[in-house]
Each structure stands twice: as C-alpha cells, then as structure tokens.
C-alpha cells in the first residue's frame, strides 16, 4: 500500500468531515419545537467534533506530503425540518465516516505510523460513538 492510497482515503474522510460540519450545523439551525431543545446542542456539538476531526484529518494528508482537499464530499445535504429525517440523515452520514475512518485504520496497520494510527482511531471510535448514540435515540 503506498501513501497515495492513504492520502487518497483521508482526503475522502476530510470530505465527510467537512460535509458532516455543514449538515449538523444545517440542522442545528432548522430543527424546531420541543426537540430544539435536546437536538440543537447535540447537532452544534457534532458540527465541532467534525471540525476537530478536519484539523487531524488534514493534519495527517500534509505529513504525508499530501494536499488536503477544500470541498465536502458531493452527497447532498437534505434540508428538513422534521427531527426524524435529521436524524436519520445523520445516522446515514456517521455510518459511512465509520465506514471510510475503519478502511483507513486497516491501511495505517500496514503503513506502520503508530502516531497517526491513534489519532485515526480515535476520530473512529467517536464515529461509531456517535452512531450508537443516533442507533438509541432512532429507537
């Protein structure tokens, strides 16, 4: 595995990321009544982990001597007001993080850059977290 296919996985997480920044914070903004109030700060505080997990993201594309790329991953982003919808939305996006984050810890065993696996695996551990967390509330 050479670090192109790396950097080429990370900048499709960062993609994720970004897209996720935009969608929670969407959300954040449009969600109404009783459930504004539990979902707002749930969506805002998503939107900044997502951010957080940008910076490592892009942190790790550069150290590799990548370019991290600017634009979030073209899936639309589907504008609802309906707190089900939002979350089910959500649940769609954690899902395919997890899904990209757990190909990129397979390809970083290989690499052997024990710094960046952690750092990695812990954006992973926050995606699954996140997607139990919107698993238990959908329930």
Known sequence: MGENTLIERLNEALGWELRAMNMYAHYAANIQGIHRLQLDPMFNEE???SLAHADVVRRAIVKLGGIPVTE????PIVHST???EMLELSLETE???AEVYGGIIVLL???GDQEMYDSIEQIYFAELRSL???R???A
């Open 47 to 49: 939107a900044t982990e």
């Open 72 to 75: 979030r991953n073209p899936h």
């Open 82 to 84: 309906e707190f089900k």
């Open 95 to 97: 899902t395919k993080a």
């Open 109 to 111: 065993e290989e690499f």
């Open 132 to 134: 139990e967390n919107l």
């Open 136 to 138: 238990l509330i959908l």
